[in-house]
């Protein structure tokens, strides 16, 4: 049984960017430890709905978080909630009787068994809160870049103690390194918790607004690498280490208005459900669609399938494999299938050309993003393609597993090193990289296909054992 297990995640790093050059340290680590080369992100692949997920091992049909941006009108009527706003996410809570996840996370998990969990985050306000929601009334540690308002009550003396942090940048080095001197020093060096998470901003905030290829970008991976290089030095060999990215990124190459261009196409949409719509919008990774009469949802699907710039589409399931609006998949075989779910998510088109910096993947955005910067949330392979890797004296050495993998992965297996129960769970144990090493199962791939428009749309996905993983959406 494990005495410590530490997560650190790079927020949106590409595994074919864990280079000796640009991470070094996690090269040397990844070497002597596990790594899964086939782990996947959840759809869709953007970062709340994967730390969700990251925390509570379940996809978005469990845990509730099903996009970055949604609709939820009982917790916010007159516009679309973001998962990134702390004041969002209390009134989602609130709007849930208390619960802002529709299943237990990791901190409420180890609380339960008697188990410390400590959180230092440099994401948005809204990923250090689902990084630990219950923080405060568990009397765990969440300390977060963003100040003493979205850090428990007993991080809040850290700001005093070390300073208040750097400003944010890009690349964001200063702010990551000032909370790894936290990490280090107060975390892992005084409060000793069996469970402890760091996150890493970088590459992911560098990538969007510089692009994935770019000097800046690659400096976020270098500054993010060093600081994993800290932390390691500080471990003993019995602790063990599990590094994780929420998701890849592919390079914006074009970008559009869809709410113009619906218009244009004869829809009254915008972003809420007033006098002047018929059509509401979320524009998240995917765009998600709310409907006054559903009436309108046959026309838009059909109109949709026409469209160049539009990919996979997902509304309420049909049958097994179609959902209810023509042309559409099942919601269900993206895992989203949720009450807080819009009636129609779709994709934009992508493909896997090069970028102007030689990387593949390229996509159509509507985001309030720079052209060619790096974005996320669809189904393209790089986009579901993380990083998760292992290391420690319970896992194998140099070891590569041939089986999928993916970020529903992580607390099973974290409560298995600890000891305590690990089903129930949408992930599984990795116990093919364990010390002793087992089958998972038989892997078992299944593509599924729709025609849309005049073109046959695939979704490809992968069953590990009882748990299915994500491996692209194509025919855009």
Known sequence: MATRVILFVFDGLRPDMVTPELAPNLVRFADG???????????????????????????????GIVA????????????????????????????????????????????????????????????????????????????????????????????ERFGEPP????????????????????????????????????????????????????????GADAAFGRMLEKLDPETQVIVVSDHGHITGREKLSTIDLMRTGGFRAGTALDTGTDIALALSGPIGVTFRDRAEAARLGAWLAEQPWCGLMFSNARNEIEGEIQGSFAMPLANVAHARAPHLFF??????????????????????????G??????????????LICGGDAFRERYGSPFAAGIVDVVPTVLHLMGLPAAGFDGRVLIEAMSRGASPGEPRRLIHEVEAGGKIRRLDRQRTGSTYYLDGGFGA
């Not at 869709?44 to 730390?51: A, W």
């Not at 529709?102 to 188990?115: C, F, Q, T, Y």
């Not at 918790?193 to 800046?216: K, M, N």
């Open 167 to 222: 400003e944010a940048g890009l690349p964001n080095t200063p702010r990551i390194d000032h909370a790894m001197t936290i990490f280090i020093e107060h975390v892992l060096g005084e409060l000793a918790p069996e469970v402890a998470l760091f996150w890493s901003s970088d590459p992911d905030s560098t990538y969007h607004y510089r692009g994935i290829g770019s000097p800046e970008a690659k400096a976020s991976i270098q």
């Open 347 to 372: 994709t934009l088109a992508d493909d896997d050309e090069l970028d102007a910096n030689g990387l593949p993947g390229t996509c159509v955005m509507d985001a309030n993003l720079p052209l060619h």
């Open 374 to 387: 790096g974005t996320h949330g669809g189904l393209h392979p790089r986009e579901l393609n993380n990083v």
């Open 33 to 63: 430890g596990s790594r899964f080369p086939m782990s996947r992100a959840v759809f869709p692949t953007e970062t709340r709905v994967n730390v969700a997920s990251l925390v509570t091992g379940c996809h978005p049909a469990r845990h």
């Open 68 to 159: 970055n941006v949604f609709h939820a009108t009982d917790a916010i009527p007159g516009r679309p909630l973001s998962t990134g706003k702390a004041e969002d996410l209390d009134a989602l809570a609130a709007a849930s009787g208390g619960r802002m996840l529709g299943v237990p996370s990791l901190g409420e998990i180890l609380a339960k068994a008697g188990k410390s969990y400590a959180v230092v985050s440099t994401g948005t306000p809204g990923n250090a809160i689902l990084l630990n929601h219950e923080a405060g009334t568990l009397g765990q540690i969440r300390w977060s870049t963003h100040g003493r308002h979205l850090s428990s009550p007993g991080a809040r003396p850290l700001f």
